[in-house]
């Protein structure tokens, strides 16, 4: 069974940074892309960033590229999005993702899902 298990959120002023994590179980890690997305209320889920299988490969939105950043730890089964020169409009939840089939692309498709983190940007 996998599991995504994000943390890192929190509230910051806009023109700041934070880092998320997420925490990977349940399968070989290292076989599969890895991506972020974020919600807001009332607005689809969009895709943030996603990483290659091998982390050879990274995909950004418009909005992100520049401020933001994914990587990952294979020996660590951990996921990572650092996050700079904030904005009010990254205010959302972000959730981690994980395709199902093996050796994808950063642009998934992606099938699972964690429980999502609140990032906060104060102007």
């Known amino acids: 069974q996998v599991q995504l298990v994000e943390s890192g959120g929190g509230l910051v002023q806009s023109g700041g940074a934070l880092r998320l994590s997420c925490a990977a179980s349940?399968?070989?890690?290292?076989?599969?892309?890895m991506g972020w997305f974020r919600q807001t209320p009332g607005k689809e889920r969009e895709f943030v960033t996603g990483?290659?299988?091998?982390?050879?490969?990274?995909s950004y939105a418009d909005s992100v590229k520049g401020r933001f950043t994914i990587s990952r730890d294979n020996a660590k089964n951990m996921v990572y999005l650092q996050m700079s020169n904030l904005k009010p409009e990254d205010t959302a939840v972000y959730y981690c993702?994980?395709?199902?089939?093996?050796?994808?692309?950063?642009?998934?498709?992606?099938?699972?899902w964690g429980q999502g983190t609140q990032v906060t940007v104060s102007s």
């Open positions: 993702a994980t395709t199902r089939s093996h050796y994808s692309g950063p642009g998934g498709p992606y099938t699972y």
């Open positions: 990483i290659s299988w091998s982390g050879g490969s990274t």
């Open positions: 349940g399968r070989t890690f290292s076989n599969y892309a």
